[in-house]
């Protein structure tokens, strides 16, 4: 049973366009909600992260929208990069467990 | 190290064979997990030690899978009598604790090729 559902699985934007990953969970006992980036041959690293205590978290182009009622998480990447491009999963934890979504494999076109 | 390390980076071994992952996690975090990436898959959970209390082996596909954890530090992933749906790419993570809005760390991961 997936804890937290992740789409799209994969993403293609053009260099300069807005990047959108939806993420949504069921367990209301989830209070911290990291997405982490990984790059090919190497390990997820964290990105940015929300509590549920906010509605949303920007730091520099990476912005994470938080919809507690609606059950629902997402990430935003303004002005997108090549350099962006990677793997994207989002995650749901609470004290001992990390619940990650399926990933989404993000492509910026030059 | 200042990172999580997990050795091989990369593993082939023939099928039937026994196989031994190593995850060294950052010095002082008490919480360990193993997770398995497969090609254009998530990341999905196979054990958390956390301490000294029992480890979550929920995750754990199959008994030919286990994992210990030394001295509350090193821990080995053995896969018995490998299959070819076990090649994958295996993460270990590591965090300081089991609080919320803790980072987990991740290693670069052992490849796992069965043939």
Known sequence: QQQVKQSPQSLIVQKGGISIINCAYEN????YFPWYQQFPGKGPALLIAIRPDVSEKKEGRFTISFNKSAKQFSLHIMDSQP???????????????????TGTSLTVIP | ??????????????????????????????????????LGQGLEFLIY????????????????????????SVSTLTIQRTQQED???????SSSNTGGDTEAFFGQGTRLTVV
């Not at chain 2, 996690?25 to 990436?37: E, N």
């Not at chain 2, 030690?49 to 509350?72: V, W």
């Not at chain 2, 090649?87 to 993570?93: D, E, G, I, N, T």
């Open chain 1, 28 to 31: 209301t006992a989830f209070d």
């Open chain 1, 83 to 101: 350099g962006d491009s990677a793997t994207y999963f989002c995650a749901a934890s609470r004290p001992g467990q990390f619940y990650f979504g």
């Open chain 2, 1 to 38: 190290g200042a990172g999580v390390s997990q050795s091989p980076s990369n593993k082939v071994t023939e099928k039937g064979k026994d196989v031994e992952l190593r995850c060294d996690p950052i010095s002082g975090h008490t919480a360990l997990y193993w997770y398995r990436q497969s």
């Open chain 2, 49 to 72: 030690f956390q301490g000294n209390s029992a480890p979550d082996k929920s995750g754990l596909p199959s008994d030919r899978f286990s994992a210990e954890r030394t001295g509350g």
């Open chain 2, 87 to 93: 090649s994958a790419v295996y993460l270990c993570a």
